[in-house]
């Protein structure tokens, strides 16, 4: 038993793994979601998330991948170790505590409510949604949320990606996305070609739903890795290097 128990010990040991064991860390990136991760116009990753990633593992010293992943297998991927990290606007919650690790919050922006300016919409109370049809991202907190709070009155239409929620609020089968702040901004009210508001308040409450800013999310046992990124980020944070990123993006 005893011999057992040393093995147990041993293998938990060298499994754990630290950022310095790696030469490179992968991140796992669900795109586009503007302007936290998109192609530029050469096709190049770029946004909020890629620039800090980046910048992240130049301060540890070490290289950073990024691989593509569809939102709604984005965990499972990290599970069965396609990539190493996710950084992908991903919101801390409790729910995914229990699957994953996450480092400190990077940066906490609410969600909101965008509708076309020449919409119906008055309000987005259970009666005001009432038989209008809800976008969502397909597995974001947003989906969950308009899930459990208008799922009875409304049609809640789900997309795999955040490009395909504003398609169709352009061609009007979606009257109403809700989606992190940010992302609506950028895709819908900085859209050249149609007209877009946010309608009632920015959302940050409840915390079960709208958790506690976005994270970096590792396997539960690279705690040690976690940590780096957590101290890198103290130091970007410190020395402006994460201002200059955040101005570059959100500049208004
Ligand atoms: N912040 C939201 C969430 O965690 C949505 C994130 C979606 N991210 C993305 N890259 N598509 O549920």
Same mark, same amino acid.
């Given at each position: 038993?005893?011999?057992?128990?040393?093995a147990a010990?041993?293998m938990?040991?060298?499994?754990?793994?630290?950022a310095?064991?790696?030469?490179t860390?992968?991140?796992g990136v669900?795109?586009?979601?503007?302007?936290?991760?998109y192609?530029?116009?050469?096709?190049?990753?770029?946004?909020?998330?890629?620039?800090?990633?980046?910048?992240?593992?130049?301060?540890i010293?070490?290289?950073?991948?990024?691989?593509?992943?569809?939102?709604?297998?984005?965990?499972?991927?990290?599970?069965?170790r396609?990539?190493?990290?996710?950084?992908?606007?991903?919101?801390?919650?409790?729910?995914?505590?229990?699957?994953?690790l996450?480092?400190?919050?990077?940066?906490t922006?609410p969600?909101?409510?965008?509708?076309p300016?020449d919409?119906?919409?008055?309000?987005?109370?259970?009666?005001?949604?009432?038989?209008?049809?809800?976008g969502?991202?397909?597995?974001?907190?947003?989906?969950?949320?308009?899930t459990?709070?208008? @799922?009875?009155?409304a049609? *809640?239409?789900?997309? =795999?990606?955040?490009e395909?929620?504003?398609? #169709? %609020?352009?061609? &009007?089968?979606?009257?109403?996305?809700?989606?992190?702040?940010?992302? @609506?901004?950028?895709?819908? *009210?900085?859209n050249? =070609?149609?007209?877009?508001?946010?309608i009632? #308040? %920015?959302?940050? &409450?409840p915390?079960?739903?709208?958790?506690?800013?976005?994270?970096?999310?590792?396997?539960?046992?690279?705690?040690a890795?976690?940590?780096?990124?957590?101290?890198?980020?103290?130091?970007?944070? &410190?020395?402006?290097?994460?201002?200059?990123?955040?101005?570059?993006?959100?500049?208004?």
């Amino acid at each position: 038993t005893l011999t057992m128990v040393g093995a147990a010990v041993a293998m938990t040991a060298s499994t754990t793994v630290q950022a310095r064991d790696y030469d490179t860390v992968r991140f796992g990136v669900d795109v586009p979601y503007e302007p936290m991760e998109y192609r530029d116009a050469d096709g190049e990753l770029t946004g909020f998330d890629i620039d800090l990633g980046n910048a992240l593992c130049e301060e540890i010293g070490i290289e950073c991948e990024w691989i593509v992943q569809g939102w709604d297998g984005i965990i499972p991927g990290l599970q069965s170790r396609k990539y190493d990290a996710i950084m992908s606007s991903m919101t801390i919650n409790d729910d995914r505590r229990e699957q994953v690790l996450f480092s400190d919050p990077y940066i906490t922006p609410p969600s909101a409510w965008f509708v076309p300016s020449d919409s119906e919409i008055e309000d987005v109370s259970e009666e005001g949604l009432e038989d209008f049809t809800i976008g969502v991202q397909r597995g974001t907190l947003q989906d969950n949320y308009a899930t459990d709070m208008y @799922g009875d009155v409304a049609d *809640i239409n789900r997309y =795999d990606t955040a490009e395909d929620l504003v398609l #169709d %609020m352009e061609s &009007e089968r979606a009257d109403i996305a809700f989606l992190d702040f940010p992302v @609506g901004k950028a895709t819908l *009210i900085d859209n050249d =070609d149609y007209d877009y508001q946010v309608i009632g #308040d %920015m959302i940050t &409450e409840p915390k079960e739903y709208f958790g506690d800013g976005f994270g970096i999310a590792f396997r539960k046992r690279d705690e040690a890795l976690a940590e780096q990124f957590n101290e890198a980020l103290e130091t970007l944070r &410190e020395n402006g290097t994460y201002d200059e990123i955040y101005d570059k993006y959100f500049s208004m």
